[in-house]
């Protein structure tokens, strides 16, 4: 069964939520990424507490450590995925 979803989400996984922006190739999808995150959970893009761990992965620190992040592009999107006490 498919359930239809708006354009561009946000749609619902589970506990997940999955937003698909544009994006321009050959860009970074970092910065984006931190626009979208810093408007969902409040605050600048600047201030957003985000680091890479070891691996190279994104992590919330701090009031935020307990949300789980993650964003892919590819062909002029990129997909950003959020949730709670998900890793």
Same mark, same amino acid.
Request: glycine residues 14%; hydrophobic residues 35%.
């Given at each position: 069964?498919?359930?239809?979803?708006?354009?561009? #989400?946000?749609?619902?996984?589970?506990?997940?939520?999955?937003?698909?922006?544009?994006? @321009?190739?050959?860009?970074? #999808?970092?910065?984006? !990424?931190? @626009?979208?995150?810093?408007?969902?959970?409040?605050?600048?893009?600047?201030?957003?507490?985000?680091?890479?761990?070891?691996?190279?992965?994104?992590?919330?620190?701090?009031?935020? !450590?307990?949300?789980?992040? #993650?964003? %892919?592009? %590819?062909?002029?999107?990129?997909?950003?995925?959020? !949730?709670?006490?998900?890793?």
């Amino acid at each position: 069964m498919t359930v239809p979803a708006p354009p561009g #989400g946000p749609w619902q996984f589970g506990p997940v939520t999955v937003w698909c922006l544009p994006h @321009v190739n050959g860009t970074r #999808g970092e910065p984006q !990424a931190r @626009v979208l995150l810093a408007d969902q959970l409040g605050g600048t893009p600047d201030t957003l507490p985000l680091q890479r761990d070891a691996r190279g992965r994104p992590e919330l620190h701090g009031p935020l !450590a307990h949300i789980g992040t #993650g964003w %892919s592009h %590819s062909h002029g999107l990129l997909l950003v995925a959020m !949730a709670e006490r998900v890793r």
